[in-house]
């Protein structure tokens, strides 16, 4: 399927600000996947300012992009589609379906919370939006009049602040509410995740207790059953908690420094990206535990084997964020309203 050429996001109405489609290099059932279910992926990457549209094309698989500040958290629930962007939260309704089947979404709100480090976002029932918070290390809930409200946070943190004492970077929302989230360390000391990083991580319930630690930068839960899937950075794992028993399993491992993951039917599709260069001390002992890559890949995994059923390279980004799955087989972005104000000031809910 081509990307339609009225694709417009995050602009004026007659200006297409979408990249022109091209094709990547797929491998194995990735395209068959995407056809079979008649799915799209949402892709964002922080480190290039792209949020990128994977699509079926007729023989091959297709990526289109946007240019916007700093995406990474993504979520779609219903007809409600939420962007994390470095200043805020887009939200995107779906007011229509093109003759093609792709759904178009049109910019409702532009809530301004501050470069807060918008991990992992929610939707609850009543449409309320949460987000982790990553800079206050904390789980947070946009309402009108302020930037955010504080809705929960670790309880080994310090006083509320921009301080990112665990590095809260994960979150599973199923049902109206968090279930899951990871951290990279336990600390109640401003940074104090990055000390000994590489073996700090761990798995919360919604409540805030401990399911897992000693994990490597782990991101992206996912309840699967009973158990609860996610990835490690720092070893290029994908790995599983089952919360009653505690016991931990490698489901598989692949190249690349793991991040973002979405489920649909038993697939998982995952993110690989290089080692990032500014990650210091931290980059030159990623490269002793994980296999190298030269660009991003996202690898489908059947979760329930740890098979690896496809790939797609995608050597035009830096990073990937986050990743999710859209249950049709393109997006259209139309035009957005003029962006809010800004505000200045938090409240504790």
């Given at each position: 399927?081509?990307?339609?050429?009225?694709?417009?996001?995050?602009?004026?109405?007659?200006?297409?600000?979408?990249?022109?489609?091209?094709?990547?290099?797929?491998?194995?059932?990735?395209?068959?996947?995407?056809?079979?279910?008649?799915?799209?992926?949402?892709?964002?990457?922080?480190?290039?300012?792209?949020?990128?549209?994977?699509?079926?094309?007729e023989s091959d698989v297709q990526i289109a992009d946007w240019q916007i500040p700093?995406?990474?958290?993504?979520?779609?629930?219903?007809?409600?589609?939420?962007?994390?962007?470095?200043?805020?939260?887009?939200?995107?309704?779906?007011?229509?379906?093109?003759?093609?089947?792709?759904?178009?979404?049109?910019?409702?709100?532009?809530?301004?919370?501050?470069?807060?480090?918008?991990?992992?976002?929610?939707?609850?029932?009543?449409?309320?939006?949460?987000?982790?918070?990553?800079?206050?290390?904390?789980?947070?809930?946009?309402?009108?009049?302020?930037?955010?409200?504080?809705?929960?946070?670790?309880?080994?943190?310090?006083?509320?602040?921009?301080?990112?004492?665990?590095?809260?970077?994960?979150?599973?929302?199923?049902?109206?509410?968090?279930?899951?989230?990871?951290?990279?360390?336990?600390?109640?000391?401003?940074?104090?995740?990055?000390?000994?990083?590489?073996?700090?991580?761990?798995?919360?319930?919604?409540?805030?207790?401990?399911?897992?630690?000693?994990?490597?930068?782990?991101?992206?839960?996912?309840?699967?059953?009973?158990?609860?899937?996610?990835?490690?950075?720092?070893?290029?794992?994908?790995?599983?908690?089952?919360?009653?028993?505690?016991?931990?399993?490698?489901?598989?491992?692949?190249?690349?420094?793991?991040?973002?993951?979405?489920?649909?039917?038993?697939?998982?599709?995952?993110?690989?990206?290089?080692?990032?260069?500014?990650?210091?001390?931290?980059?030159?002992?990623?490269?002793?535990?994980?296999?190298?890559?030269?660009?991003?890949?996202?690898?489908?995994?059947?979760?329930?084997?740890?098979?690896?059923?496809?790939?797609?390279?995608?050597?035009?980004?830096?990073?990937?964020?986050?990743?999710?799955?859209?249950?049709?087989p393109g997006i259209v972005f139309e035009r957005a309203p003029p962006p809010g104000?800004?505000?200045?000031?938090?409240?504790?809910?």
């Amino acid at each position: 399927m081509a990307i339609p050429t009225r694709i417009r996001a995050f602009g004026r109405r007659n200006r297409a600000v979408a990249s022109a489609s091209e094709s990547v290099v797929s491998s194995g059932q990735f395209h068959e996947l995407l056809c079979k279910y008649r799915l799209s992926l949402l892709v964002s990457s922080r480190q290039g300012d792209r949020l990128c549209l994977i699509t079926a094309g007729e023989s091959d698989v297709q990526i289109a992009d946007w240019q916007i500040p700093g995406p990474m958290g993504l979520h779609l629930r219903d007809s409600m589609l939420c962007v994390g962007w470095s200043e805020g939260i887009k939200t995107f309704h779906n007011v229509g379906i093109t003759d093609d089947g792709s759904a178009i979404y049109a910019e409702t709100t532009d809530h301004r919370t501050g470069p807060v480090s918008i991990h992992d976002i929610g939707i609850d029932d009543a449409g309320k939006i949460w987000f982790l918070n990553t800079l206050y290390s904390c789980l947070c809930s946009l309402q009108p009049g302020v930037s955010f409200a504080v809705e929960w946070a670790p309880p080994f943190t310090g006083p509320l602040g921009p301080y990112d004492y665990c590095h809260l970077n994960g979150m599973y929302f199923d049902e109206g509410q968090a279930r899951y989230f990871t951290a990279l360390g336990v600390s109640n000391l401003p940074q104090g995740w990055r000390d000994n990083v590489l073996g700090r991580g761990v798995l919360l319930t919604g409540e805030g207790n401990l399911v897992a630690e000693g994990l490597s930068l782990p991101h992206s839960p996912i309840q699967v059953g009973d158990g609860v899937i996610f990835v490690e950075a720092g070893n290029g794992r994908v790995s599983h908690v089952d919360p009653t028993t505690l016991r931990y399993a490698v489901r598989c491992e692949l190249p690349g420094v793991l991040r973002g993951a979405a489920l649909h039917e038993g697939n998982l599709f995952v993110g690989s990206s290089r080692v990032r260069a500014s990650s210091g001390l931290v980059a030159d002992a990623l490269a002793q535990r994980i296999r190298a890559i030269d660009g991003c890949r996202i690898t489908v995994v059947d979760v329930r084997t740890g098979e690896t059923l496809g790939a797609i390279e995608l050597p035009m980004l830096e990073e990937i964020s986050t990743i999710i799955v859209v249950p049709v087989p393109g997006i259209v972005f139309e035009r957005a309203p003029p962006p809010g104000e800004p505000f200045t000031y938090i409240v504790q809910a």
